[in-house]
């Protein structure tokens, strides 16, 4: 499409400047080129009002949605996350427990039959003993049990599944 052809579809389509049509129709009236131009332009614009629109079947969107539906159904969850960050996280936990064990045996001094931890002055520890009251080690059992009997679920539900196929 040349330059002509652009702006004379701006000026039919009413999209440019209020300038633009006024310089575009000046140039219709007096440039041959342009009018002739802008006739061919109306009357392919015309027949196109003309047409009738293709409408798709009433099922298009349905079978549309089932197709896409499906293949989104095809994948498991399992095919969706990524082994890498899995990986990544594995590896951060590893490095810092690792790290911490490293700290806790260079603090540990042996001596004899005792086992005395020698901390720098700046680090004062809190007595753990009004952290770990009867109500707080029920709850921590509880909530340990509810999780290893959620664990054991999933692993017979998963090997009753395997079973089947």
Same mark, same amino acid.
């Given at each position: &499409?040349?330059?002509?052809?652009?702006?004379?579809?701006?000026?039919?389509?009413?999209?440019?400047?209020?300038?633009?049509?006024?310089?575009?129709?000046?140039?219709?009236?007096?440039?041959?080129?342009?009018?002739?131009?802008?006739?061919?332009?109306?009357?392919?614009?015309?027949?196109?009002?003309?047409?009738? &629109?293709?409408?798709?079947?009433?099922?298009?969107?349905?079978?549309? &949605?089932?197709?896409?539906?499906?293949?989104?159904?095809?994948?498991?969850?399992?095919? &969706?996350?990524?082994?890498?960050?899995?990986?990544?996280?594995?590896?951060?936990?590893?490095?810092?427990?690792?790290? /911490?064990?490293?700290?806790?045996?260079?603090?540990?001094?042996?001596?004899?039959?005792? /086992?005395?931890?020698? /901390?720098?002055?700046?680090?004062?520890?809190?007595?753990?003993?009004?952290?770990?009251?009867?109500?707080?080690?029920?709850?921590? /059992?509880?909530?340990?049990?509810?999780?290893?009997?959620?664990?054991?679920?999933?692993?017979?539900?998963?090997?009753?599944?395997?079973?089947?196929?």
């Amino acid at each position: &499409m040349n330059k002509i052809e652009e702006r004379l579809w701006n000026y039919i389509d009413g999209t440019c400047s209020e300038d633009e049509q006024k310089a575009i129709s000046i140039l219709i009236e007096q440039d041959e080129a342009y009018r002739l131009k802008y006739e061919e332009l109306i009357a392919l614009n015309q027949q196109f009002s003309k047409m009738e &629109m293709d409408e798709p079947s009433m099922a298009f969107t349905y079978n549309v &949605m089932e197709g896409i539906r499906a293949e989104y159904a095809q994948k498991p969850l399992k095919a &969706m996350i990524d082994k890498r960050i899995i990986k990544g996280i594995t590896f951060f936990f590893i490095f810092t427990i690792l790290l /911490l064990m490293i700290y806790v045996l260079s603090t540990v001094h042996l001596s004899g039959s005792s /086992l005395a931890v020698h /901390l720098p002055n700046s680090v004062k520890l809190p007595e753990m003993k009004n952290y770990f009251t009867g109500p707080v080690i029920k709850g921590f /059992l509880f909530f340990d049990v509810v999780l290893g009997l959620f664990l054991f679920d999933a692993y017979l539900r998963k090997r009753s599944v395997s079973k089947q196929v």
